[in-house]
């Protein structure tokens, strides 16, 4: 092919392949072999956690037994007992049913209200930005604690409370890092281009600024996986959240630092779990980012 | 540009009565009060503390005594601990917390931005995988989870440093440690994406193509272009650090503001409450201000209309 | 290991040298040496002796307020009484009354009305004499309604201490305090009240210098404004970190005081605690400030106290609200509730199974029996109460304050119900300011609580059943009850008064809304070089009586008595 046609590419691709961005990248992705694991191993601990009362041999996670105590991990618990005898490898399964829920739920909605409120923000400039700016610094610096335990006070303790709790605060630094990069991005020759094209503002910011913005935001997205999950053992502590004798990866994480001088088997276990998590999240963050990154297109045919 | 600074600074104030207002209001509404404990007091002293206090008063009326207070700084004493000023709390409480902060952040920056600048353009070598694993190890150890462990490993096993409080330097450094790693992974991501970001530029293939050597070009083009994201996220993040992190200092015993914060909000001390998170929302604010003008420091094509 | 190890140190010692200045010599803990590397182990953590007489301890929670008059927790407490002395001191072992500033007293036939007798040559920090005029003039401030003293219920056993407090009475002269000269202070009661001498031990009863609250205000309790008359003063203060005191030279006893200097941390987290105790930048955790789940590993040092601690850890049924309003339901939950399983298992022995709501005995108190275990009479009850074999009983929330050792213990327990009675019970944590709203407003089905006596006597715990009591909370009212707690307040017979609150706490644990589980124990550390420290009922201790034995290893470890503190 010859180096004109290279250049054409860059500049239109949908036309010459018929392939739209998602697809496109949606193909990519699945070449990246490190995503597709990470997102493979996500699908098993998820379909794993969602299947746990149907396990067999996993035992009853509320099933105590005072005199056994806490024991380090054996054959009959491989994870070890928690102080009231129950088995940790059954509590570690079934807690990630919430963790993975709010995990992913509480991240994404984050993501969505942070980076609209930030590209808007961004791109509008002037006045509507300094306003947009404030109401961020606003809720920033309103004490967190309050506004849940008034959430607990004005709403009953559901589900979708949790999720409110959770996305109250975690969309600000995603907004604000995401107007940073559009007000850098703005000034850029492909948005006047976009511009000169006749494109609608809301197409130019969602179309062709945000996607240029993927990096960090993606980035900023699988490091607020486990802030959010942890932050729900925080939620906990207020009265939202998990109650006992349920459990999440964040209240045994938080629960078990604790006594982690005598029986650090319980910080372990529920912390690889966050840890692997964490990890596949990123190997898939990064596999998207790679993928949807319109400047890399190397692939053409 | 100053037209620009100016307008910033006149929006502190409508901001701050808002977050002052909602503030205000907020402790009030939540249920329990300042003098609710577990034994009960004699119903004088609560009449009488009410009246000191001025809750016996209708809620408008306290609430424009607070601004008229407010507005000179002078945030009344601590419900908890009457025989304290709020504002003397903070003046001691606060250098503490900068201390902690500020070292962490500096340490958190000079080893996280070399590890994101490496990371981007080492990327998928084993040196990026290294890296970025190391720093993800940062945020998926909570705290709480951290800081025991090093008091365990370095402090009572090793006898390298102290267990806890805030005396002597050799104090400092689990405390720092423990923070920073928190900031480290984000600020290593955030650099490395920033980094990549930037290095598949026009103007950066131009600078190689002008045959400038490859350190130049990272360090002098690209750097300050790929560490936006990190000040984007350094302006909330460092008046979070300064605020004091609860978990830190609960686990090291240091005396910074965090603790202070949560103390007050469990025990419902009104002043207090309002006293530190209006400091706080100034810090914040002005960190705020000070990143959107780093942003056209770093990139001559922003304007800040 | 060892090279990296003495660079380390040395590098950190010259850091110091750098950069420290003179900081003082707390933190930084030295390796046992070799040889003393077995005796070592008998103790937690390091137990080299400091080269000074400054004795270090974690007070715990940041002191609210610590002006004697207005101090109201334990921390607060501990501050005041090592600066200020009353009356009486308690004894290092029982709590009895010793002579503090006064070295005799005397009462009536018909216990109403006591004498004190101060020393002679008793000196305020500035020089100024303490005067019987300084103990009548503080208790009168506590009492006086502008005051606002949280603690101001602990005079009302004086004549008209309430009525002057709760605003009836405006004459504060008609109150029975009176100091006819300045050695002299004669005290009238209204009801004989044969704990009255121990009351003065507590610290709403220290005396307090009138000319320099006057001066300073709210602002006298700052170093270099403050004025105290105990055996050590205060030199510093830094908030949420600690406090200094120093020897007091104006001290009546000064010359057996053995410390030259008390520094108190306010450390909150209880594992921060046990780790400055173990690396020895502490000499004493106060009890509660080691975690619970420690207990049982740290059982086997010799530097680990143990002992039973003045309060009871209950639960609170609220009886206004259905079915608790029924006692059957109520003594069906308290026989269904297997307290030594608790208390062993899950506790691990480190609290005591407790069916009563008095806790360690009494001089002259009997309990009456306690509720025990009894699931075949448990389910009776509740057949009785109509809900046989739990058919039918509605879902009831067992709340707390959120906390580890709360939750274990309410999931214990909602277990318990489950298998003996057949019901579901929810677990709703809330955090601390909620959780108090709750219970004062009687708005939860049954909570947990706790109460921790303030003085040796049954009426502290028996009078939680009081009708309308501000720290009932139960909405419980029972005239037969209150009648009999009248009776024998007003009774003049010791014999005949712990009877008849026998009495009265066997109805209480009859009918009443209250699930005793577990009595509380003294867990703290101490190092084996610090004497004159023991576990004591209330957790009190005066430092005076306290010092740092250089010589340790070689004496025998001696249980400190007030005869022997001076050997």
């Known amino acids: ?301 | 540009m100053t037209t620009f600074i100016l307008r910033r600074v006149l929006l502190f104030v409508p901001t701050l009565w808002a977050i002052a207002t909602l503030t205000f209001f907020m402790v009030r509404l939540a249920p329990g009060g300042p003098f609710l404990a577990e034994r009960d007091i004699p119903a004088a002293a609560r009449a009488q503390l009410a009246h000191t206090y001025g809750l016996d008063q209708p809620l408008t009326a306290q609430y424009t005594r607070f601004l008229a207070n407010a507005v000179r700084l002078d945030f009344g004493p601590s419900y908890k601990f009457p025989a304290r000023q709020v504002r003397e709390i903070i003046a001691e409480a606060f250098p503490v917390s900068l201390e902690l902060g500020v070292w962490a952040l500096l340490l958190a920056l000079l080893v996280g931005v070399p590890i994101g600048v490496i990371a981007a353009v080492r990327q998928n070598t084993a040196a990026d995988t290294a890296a970025m694993g190391l720093a993800l190890a940062g945020v998926s150890i909570p705290n709480y989870v951290l800081g025991p462990t090093l008091v365990l490993g370095l402090s009572l096993s090793l006898f390298l440093f102290p267990p806890a409080l805030w005396q002597g330097p050799e104090s400092r450094v689990l405390p720092v440690l423990t923070l920073a790693t928190t900031y480290v992974a984000y600020i290593a991501r955030l650099t490395r994406a920033g980094m990549l970001e930037v290095l598949r530029q026009d103007f950066v293939r131009t600078a190689r193509a002008k045959g400038l050597a490859e350190r130049a070009v990272v360090m002098k083009h690209a750097l300050k272009l790929g560490v936006l994201p990190v000040v984007s996220y350094l302006g909330p993040a460092s008046a979070g650090v300064i605020m004091g992190s609860l978990v830190v200092e609960k686990i090291f015993a240091v005396p910074g503001l965090g603790r202070h914060l949560v103390n007050a909000a469990f025990n419902r001390d009104y002043t207090l409450v309002t006293g530190i998170v209006l400091f706080y929302a100034g810090f914040l604010m002005t960190f705020n201000l000070l990143v959107d003008i780093a942003y056209t420091r770093l990139d001559p094509r922003i304007e800040l209309s | 290991m060892m090279p990296v190890r003495a660079w380390a140190r040395a590098a950190l010692l010259a850091a110091v040298a750098l950069g420290a200045g003179c900081r003082n010599t707390g933190p930084a803990a030295a390796p046992p040496a070799a040889h003393t590397a077995a005796l070592e182990r008998r103790y937690f953590g390091d137990s080299s002796p400091p080269s000074d007489n400054t004795f270090r301890f974690n007070n715990g929670a940041e002191p609210e307020i610590y002006d004697p008059g207005l101090a109201v927790g334990q921390p607060d407490g501990r501050v005041c009484r090592i600066m200020f002395e009353g009356l009486t001191v308690p004894d290092p072992v029982t709590l009895a009354p010793l002579p503090g500033q006064a070295e005799r007293w005397e009462s009536t036939p018909d216990g109403l009305t006591y004498t004190f007798h101060l020393r002679r040559g008793l000196a305020w920090t500035d020089g100024a004499p303490v005067t019987a005029g300084d103990f009548a003039w503080s208790w009168l401030r506590v009492l006086r309604p502008a005051t606002a003293a949280r603690y101001a219920s602990m005079l009302y056993p004086i004549a008209n201490a309430e009525a002057y407090n709760n605003g009836t009475l405006a004459d504060s002269t008609q109150v029975g305090i009176r100091a006819p000269d300045d050695s002299t202070l004669v005290v009238r009661l209204s009801h004989p009240t044969p704990y009255f001498v121990f009351m003065t031990e507590f610290y709403t009863y220290l005396p307090v210098p009138r000319r320099v609250i006057e001066r300073y205000g709210s602002q006298w309790t700052r170093p270099g404004n403050i004025v105290s008359n105990g055996p050590f003063s205060l030199v510093e203060w830094r908030q949420a970190d600690h406090f200094t005191f120093v020897k007091s030279r104006t001290y009546w006893d000064a010359a057996n005081v053995r410390l030259d200097k008390v520094i108190a941390y306010s450390v909150e987290d209880l594992n921060t605690s046990v780790n400055l105790y173990k690396a020895g930048a502490i000499h004493w955790t106060t009890s509660g400030y080691v975690p619970s789940q420690f207990i049982p590993y740290l059982m086997q040092f010799e530097d680990f106290q143990h002992g039973r601690y003045h309060g009871v850890y209950f639960y609170s049924v609220n009886v206004t609200r259905k079915p608790l309003d029924n006692p059957w339901v109520r003594r069906a939950l308290n026989y269904a509730i297997d307290r030594d399983a608790i208390a062993n298992d899950l506790l691990k022995r480190t609290r005591d199974p407790w069916g009563n709501m008095t806790p360690i005995p009494y001089a002259g108190y009997e309990h009456p029996p306690g509720l025990t275990y009894d699931p075949v009479r448990a389910r009776e009850c509740l057949a009785r109460a109509g809900f046989p074999d739990g058919r039918g009983f509605p879902k009831v929330a067992i709340l707390f304050n959120t906390s580890e050792d709360h939750r274990r213990l309410a999931e214990a327990i909602q277990a318990m119900w489950k298998q003996v009675l057949h019901i579901d019970v929810e677990l709703s944590n809330q955090e601390w300011g909620s959780y108090l709203e709750a219970t004062t407003t009687l708005h939860y089905d049954i909570a947990r609580r706790s109460w921790i006596g303030d003085y040796l006597d049954p009426t502290t715990f028996l009078g939680l059943g009081v009708s309308n009591d501000g720290n009932n909370r139960t909405g419980w009212s029972n005239p037969r009850y209150d009648a009999l707690l009248h009776a024998a307040a007003a009774e003049p017979d010791p014999v005949k008064r712990m009877r008849t609150l026998r009495d009265a706490e066997a109805l209480l644990l009859d009918e009443g809304p209250f699930i005793p589980v577990y009595h509380y124990t003294i867990n703290d550390l101490v190092k084996p070089y610090v004497r004159g420290i023991q576990p004591t009922a209330l957790d009190t201790h005066d430092l005076k009586f306290v010092w740092i034995d250089h010589g340790f290893r070689r004496n025998a470890p001696a249980v400190a008595t007030a005869g022997n503190q001076g050997q």
């Open chain 1, 1 to 301: 092919m010859s180096v004109a046609a290279l250049g054409r590419v860059a500049v239109a691709p949908a036309a010459e392949h018929g392939a739209s961005l998602w697809s496109d990248a949606w193909r990519r992705l699945g070449r990246n072999r490190a995503a597709v694991t990470a997102g493979v191993f996500l699908a098993v601990m998820a379909a794993l956690t969602v299947a746990a009362p149907w396990l067999p041999g996993l035992a009853d996670p509320t099933l105590q037994d005072l005199r056994l105590g806490a024991v380090p991990p054996s054959p009959q618990h491989w994870f070890g007992t928690d102080e009231l005898g129950r088995d940790l490898l059954s509590r570690v399964v079934y807690g990630g049913r919430i963790s993975m829920l709010v995990g992913l739920v509480g991240t994404l909605v984050s993501l969505v209200i942070g980076v609209t409120w930030g590209a808007v923000a961004g791109y509008a400039g002037g006045r509507v930005d300094d306003f947009m700016m404030r109401v961020v610094d606003i809720l920033y610096a309103l004490p967190y604690i309050f506004l849940v335990i008034l959430l607990l006070v004005l709403f009953s303790k559901t589900l979708i409370m949790l999720f409110v709790a959770l996305g109250l605060v975690q969309w600000l630094t995603m907004a604000r890092i995401v107007r940073g990069q559009v007000l850098s991005l703005k000034t850029q020759t492909f948005v006047e281009a976009a511009r000169a094209l006749g494109a609608p503002d809301a197409a130019i910011v969602f179309r062709h600024i945000v996607p240029n913005t993927l990096g960090p935001v993606i980035v900023y997205t699988t490091l607020t996986v486990p802030a959010v999950i942890l932050q729900e053992a925080f939620l906990s502590f207020l009265g939202l959240g998990v109650q006992p004798p349920a459990a999440s990866w964040g209240t045994l994480v938080s629960n078990g630092s604790q006594v982690i001088a005598l029986f650090p088997w319980l910080v372990i276990f529920p912390g690889i779990a966050l840890s692997l998590t964490l990890l596949c999240f990123n190997f898939l963050g990064d596999g998207l980012r790679d993928a949807l990154d319109p400047q890399d297109r190397r692939d053409v045919a």
